[in-house]
C-alpha cells in the first residue's frame, strides 16, 4: 500500500481553527489564498525572495510560499486580515496609510506583517545586521531608518516607496512604545 500524499490538517487563522483537506506539498500561502479564500497574503515570486507573501506565525514573520501547510499545523498564523484590532487599524496599517506607505500596494500586506515583527523584535531587544552594539546589555538600538531599513530588507517593493515604508514603521514604533509607556503607568 502506498502512503497517503495527503492529510486533513486544522489550521488557526486569526484566531480562528479551520480544517481542511490538503495534499502534503501544499504550502501555506496557497491553503490561504485557495482553501480559506484570505486572498491579502500576495503571491510574489514563489520564491521566498520578494516577501509579498509574508505572515506571521506564533508571531514570527514566515514567507508563506515556502512554509508547508502541514507544518503550520499547531500553530497560530496571522494575515493581513487578522492584523487589525477588532474595527481599529493596527498602528502599522494606520501609519501606512497616513504616511503612503504603498503605491499599488500588491506588497503592503506583506510589508505590514514583516514591520509588525520588527517592531516587536526591535523592542524586545533582537539586534539586525545594522545593529552597531549586539551586547544584551546595550539594550535595543535606536530604531534609526537604516536599522529599519535592515529589518524591512526581506520585503521588496517594486514601486520603490522604501521611503514612506520607513517613516510609517518608524511612526508606528513609536505609537507602539508610547502605548506600551501609558499601559505600564
Same mark, same amino acid.
Given at each position: ?99 503612503? @506607505?504603498?503605491? !499599488? ?6 510589508? #505590514?506583517?514583516? =514591520? &509588525? *515583527?520588527?517592531?516587536? $523584535?526591535?523592542? /524586545? ?28 530588507? @526581506?520585503?521588496? !517593493? ?6 514612506? #515604508?520607513?517613516? =510609517? &514603521? *518608524?511612526?508606528?514604533? $513609536?505609537?507602539? /512604545? ?8
Amino acid at each position: 500500500m502506498a502512503p497517503s500524499t495527503s492529510s486533513v490538517i486544522t489550521l488557526t487563522v486569526n484566531g480562528e481553527k479551520h480544517t481542511l483537506p490538503v495534499d502534503h506539498r501544499t504550502t501555506l500561502l496557497d491553503a490561504l489564498r485557495e482553501h480559506l479564500d484570505l486572498t491579502g497574503t500576495k503571491k510574489g515570486c514563489d520564491q521566498g525572495q520578494c516577501g509579498a507573501c509574508t505572515v506571521l506565525i506564533d508571531g514570527r514573520r514566515a514567507v508563506s510560499c515556502l512554509q508547508l501547510a502541514v507544518a503550520a499545523e499547531g500553530r497560530a498564523v496571522t494575515t493581513i486580515e487578522g492584523v487589525a484590532e477588532g474595527d481599529r487599524l493596527h498602528p502599522v496599517q494606520q501609519s501606512f496609510l497616513d504616511l503612503d @506607505g504603498y503605491q !499599488c500596494g500588491y506588497c503592503t500586506p506583506g510589508q #505590514i506583517c514583516s =514591520a &509588525v *515583527a520588527a517592531i516587536e $523584535e526591535h523592542a /524586545a531587544g533582537w539586534p539586525s545586521a545594522a545593529t552597531a552594539d549586539v551586547r544584551p546589555e546595550a539594550g535595543p538600538p535606536p530604531l534609526t531608518d537604516e536599522e529599519i531599513r535592515e529589518r524591512m530588507s @526581506g520585503n521588496l !517593493c517594486r514601486c520603490g516607496a522604501y521611503v514612506s #515604508i520607513v517613516q =510609517a &514603521v *518608524a511612526r508606528a514604533a $513609536e505609537e507602539q /512604545a508610547d502605548r506600551a509607556e501609558e499601559a505600564a503607568v
